[in-house]
């Protein structure tokens, strides 16, 4: 059985829908004990509870929302969609500008770009949470700039992890800049995902091992 994860830590816009889905839940229980006891009157008691309930089923897909991966590909969760792409078919993983019904949201989004269709916009987001908010970010995932750029960094290092050896999907780039005694350039994503992978070897977060294999992988894609 394909056991799909996420391979990032919740965010805090996660974490609050989880804590509405428990709220809500308490909330109907109650509904339901008032109106049975007469406590609280039948229709109200009626109507509550289907208010109770839609916002649970709301409640639970926002805590589902995200990105999530596999041995067989890697699967982006909206509000009212969830698109899975095999890893032969993601040809890169990028941000993105980030919209809603077509409408620019002024910010970046993490996108899987694939081979066999168009590309897939996932609810990450590049932005900052913000706890009381009078427009809450349904179907969306704002997460901090730091957070937004490990979890690109891990979604690309499960990408190349997963690639298969080849000529790769991505069309033929022009030639890097050089730096120093000829030596290849790093590009601003792949010094972004050096300083991140850095950043998650000194926490622990990646062994030796992994850490030199990605460093490894890092310099083979530039």
Known sequence: MTRWQRPYSLDLETAGALFGVLATAVLGA??????????????????????VALGSVVGIRQAMLGVYVSDVGVR??????TTTVPWASVVEIRSGTGSTAGLDMGRLAIVIDRADGEPVQTPL??????????????????????HYDEILTTLRAHHRAARPAGPRLRPP?????????????????????????????????????????????LRDAG
């Open 30 to 51: 109650l509904l339901v004990v008032g109106g049975l006891g007469g406590v609280v009157p039948a229709p109200l008691a009626v109507l509550g509870g289907a208010w």
């Open 76 to 81: 982006s969760r909206s509000m009212f969609r």
């Open 125 to 146: 987001q590049r932005g900052h949470f913000r706890l009381f908010s009078l427009n809450p970010e349904l179907g969306r995932l704002p997460t901090w700039p730091e």
């Open 173 to 217: 780039s022009p030639p890097a800049e050089t730096g120093p005694a000829g030596a290849p350039a790093l590009s601003a994503d792949q010094r972004r995902d050096l300083h991140v992978l850095t950043r998650l070897h000194q926490r622990g977060a990646l062994t030796d091992a992994e850490y030199a294999a990605e460093l490894a992988r």
